[in-house]
């Protein structure tokens, strides 16, 4: 009996050195035979008690032996093996098969819509883009732009201030574009200036904290408000339709004089009357003025040679009007739900 289990022990030895698992399925039916929780080894181990004493400690060390045997085994084979089924799967992979498709992007629509056609419309006629600072100083915010000092527009309210500073602030408009322009440059001038600006607002459909406006400005020898009204009516007609009409009211900006704000017929109805235009057949688009004499002196230009026209316009309430966005929100959120319909806006 006991030189019979010897015997079992032996064998087993012999059949676990002369394993040679080649697969990954071979490997694992190898483990749990000889290694796993429920191997043959263990009921052997279990008979120790059948055997008589004097043999009872050799047979332990052949069950012993056939442990380590099994263990040599499988650390021998287990990288090739593993080596193996891995170069199996790559064989497996079809190389000449069409890739996945990759998701693409949209551009935003305030980008798509808005300031790149502003940008592009202008840019054809002379004017270069300028991008300047998000974080400004209080100087080329409001103070050249003869904004006074006790003007509501600087109340902390309004505007956000950087942290411990009365100074540096984000700037409320691109309108400070003006003045790092003019400071860094002599006329002939004749920039727009794309941007995003900050202003300290609840936010609700219709106001956010952060928008996006685009600037122009033009200074040179003998510019007249003509010219500023030419600019605009071609602008609207790029951008609106060559049907489109435009309409200047009086208005007043701290940093020109005169000061107009600009409509133009209505894009929806061409100007009989609709929702959009609440009726009136014509839509509010911006602000605009011959640059005052004290800008320009303030940014060290002759107001004696020189004079220039500017405007500016807030990009979100074209683009709602244009999309008949109801709110501003959705611009920000970046929910490519929302974002996804102007994939082919333009
Ligand atoms: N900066 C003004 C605003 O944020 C818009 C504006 C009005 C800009 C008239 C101009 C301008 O350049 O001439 O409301």
Redesign the pocket.
Known sequence: MSIELIDRVKHLIEEIKNSKPGTREELEAFRLRFLGAKNELKPLMGEIRNIPDELKKQFGQFVNEAKLAAEAVFEAVKEKVEQAADEAAIQQIDLTAPGEPMPLGSRHPIATTHMNRIVEIFSRIGFTVAEEREIEDDWHNFTA?NTPEDHPARDMQDTYYLKNSTEMLLR????SV?ARVMTAQKPPIRIIAPGR?YRNETISARSHCQFH?V???YIDEGVSFADLKQTLLYFAKEMYGVNSRIRLRP?F?P??EP???MDVSCFLCGGSGCRICKYTGWVEI????M?DPQVLENCGIDSSRYSG??????IERQAMLLHQITDIRLFFENDVRFLNQFRAAF
């Open positions: 732009m409320t408009h691109t309108s003006q600006v406006q600037e122009g400005l208005s900006f940093f020109t000061s107009a704000e911006l602000g605009c003025g640059v026209y500017a405007f500016g316009m807030g």
